[in-house]
RNA sequence: GCCCGAGUGGCGGAAUGGCAGACGCGGGGGACUCAAAAUCCCUUGUUCGCAAGGACGUGUGGGUUCGAGUCCCACCUCGGGCACCA
């Protein structure tokens, strides 16, 4: 009997409710497709080449955000995004073109290290499981995925690559002339020839290790010494991105502490401009852009030097034409300076704010609802405009992360400045005439933020009275700044480097190790993969979560035979140690898209004409990238950041013609479903009503509680010129229908179905 | 507080400044059937009217225009993001 027939014989309404025939006929289609290779894409070259089928026809990449083979399978918002994607794969191959479409998993991380340290299982074998799961669950559903493209960021053929990227970023310098990438051997070449000079000292009299440190100091990976977000309760420390606002770590909510750690960064900073500026060449919705925007969070200003007793005492403003309204300093806590400024009778109050500060660090710090706290160090600023001798204080409203760690403070035009001055008395000097209030700033209820002419503002040789515009009153500030020798015009930013080590097992291995000396070395290509060593102890150390002082210590740290190697990098065999750190994450989703053009490549993660065709701009100016990215909103500053960034130095360095990774993005907001149960068993719908007090509803009937929202509807927000069928909630009702019931004994949680 | 975005039938949602509500869901009526399901046909913004036909309609109030869902100003509501960033 065929399985048609048996589907047929089956064929009762109760059958027919529960989707037997209709999987059963599918599963009949899918065979064939597989033994046809009817969703085989051809590329125009390398092993899956098949120049006479790419010729003539319009390419389309299509891509998912690919999901992390969680051991509860697929959760109910990735049917959403990998629906709307095969509708439009589907679309777009039925109107000739060569659509390139299949999906991976990103496999490294947490919690599968996390499920082996809890059942004794290796994260490799579970991670394999979670794989074939989730895969035939991607083949129920019918999607048109290339089966012969698919990749997982844990396969040795796939990390080496990733470690080859990081090899790239780790030789390569970012040029502040041009703001691109370039190979280290050319920095190396103009110290050589004397057209740049080393930020100390004369390259020429430098030993070796000198050289090399000065090397280390351009890297775009380098090893730092530096703050870092340290995390006892995950064993780990993580990035500024993996930590919530009240301090605490994204995973787990463990609290997180600032330390001094030596860790590998990379100098995502150096391409802060860039990373905002080519957001123009993206066609992505305005509120992810304002995310990215915000989260680099460019401010220009100028940097102002102070003169005081331990030095020029150097601020960032955004507002250099309010310089004549700085009546006092401010300076972080943490700030080198204060001890030198503190004056023997201000030593003992200092001291305690200092503790104090430290003490609340991370939680407190938030809770404190802008009540103003601060502290005199005793000594005063000379304000380079007019001479004024201004106190100088400490606070933590301060950030010591950001800018100089010190501020001049306006308490006329700036809130937080008015509202510290008011709470201790400092004065106000207003400097600009508001048409509805007094010069008196005592009578002043806030501080003035706005256009109004200046007053008390001009010196011997600059006036700004009279002036109404802000701009042109920065400008002319920021030109006698600069002819004074008082300062400069300054961007900033609040993107700081990304921490890029983590202190874990199952990730990938950095392909360095380090000398005698502790000076890193990188691995040859030819040394590629570093395998991740096996063992049976993939547990980290764990730590007392609220331990801020214990320290990192790496799985890998204890597998001896593997950390010391005997290795001849040049200068003869000599004895190196392995870093024993491994990447994070997001190391392996900031090229898969490019891998999925090339999978089988063992000469380079891809071959230049593939990437071209696949990825290259389709016109003059264009960024290129693949042609739609669908995924969830929640990766609007982490994957998505980095993933640029990664890209933009493949590019700077020639491995690439497209600028940016993903040319259209879609974020195809969470899913408004409801679970209920009836005497059939449980299931679930894309519907849901949120009655006026708070329960929900589903077809009259109440149903278990809510579950996110729907966005737009799909259709519009892909391709309102390119309509085939109906996407959005109706075909979605539709595919999740046809996954059946669901287990009644599983609970949906929120986390189920927010976010893909 | 600051920065984005969105408000159109019972629902999802269409509309280069030019017949608002395409397409679909749901609803109503009919065909087929012993009856249902499936399928097919008609109908479906509100309102007045027996009808022909009319009036009113895109969150609110103004404005520009021969003409506004669309452009401008002010406001209201909802959603999202950031939050002592100098």
Known sequence: MTSTESAAANDTPAHRYSGALAQSIEADWQDRWDAEGTFETPNPAGPLADPAAVAGRPKKFILDMFPYPSGAGLHMGHPLGFTATDIYARYQRMTGHNVLYTMGFDAFGLPAEQYAVQTGQHPAITTDQNIANIRAQLRRLGLSHDPRRSISTTDPEYYRWTQWIFLQVFNSWCDPDTKKARPIDELVAEFDSGVRQPTSGSWSAMSPAERRAELDEWRLAYVSDAPVNWCPGLGTVVANEEVTADGRSDRGNFPVFKRNMRQWMMRITAYADRLIDDLDLLDWTDAIKAMQRNWIGRSEGATVHFGSAAGPLTVFTTRPDTLFGATFMVLAPEHPFVDTLTTPEQAHAVAAYRRAAEAKKDIDRQDDTRE???????????????????????????????????????????????????TFGLPIVAIQQPADRSLDTSTWDDAYVGDAPYVNSSNESLALDGITSIAEAKRLTIDWLVAHGHGEGTTTYKLRDWLFSRQRYWGEPFPIVYDEDGSPHSLPASALPVLLPDTDQFSPRTFDPDDAMSNPESPLDRLGDWVWIEADLGDGPRRYRRDTNVMPQWAGSC???????????????????????????????????????????????????????????????????SCEPFHKLFNQGYILAAAYQDERGMYVDAFGVEESNGTYTFEGRPVTREYGKMGKSLKNAIAPDEVCGQYGADTLRLYLMSMGPLDASRPWESKDVVGV
């Open 372 to 422: 103003k706290t601060g502290v005199f160090t005793g000594s005063y600023a000379t304000n380079p405009m007019n001479g004024a001798q201004v106190p100088i204080w400490i606070a933590d409203y301060v950030l010591m992360g950001y800018g100089t760690g010190a501020i001049m403070a306006v308490p006329c035009g700036d809130e937080r400045d008015f509202a510290f001055a008011r």
């Open 591 to 657: 090229w898969y898209e490019l891998r999925y053009l090339d999978p089988t490549n063992d000469d380079s993660f891809v071959d230049p004409e593939n990437e071209r065709y696949w990825m290259g701009p389709q016109s003059e100016g264009a960024s290129g990238g693949v042609d739609l990215y669908v995924g969830g909103v929640e990766h609007a500053v982490l994957h998505l950041l980095y993933a640029r960034f990664w890209h933009k130095v493949l590019f700077d360095l020639g491995h690439v013609s």
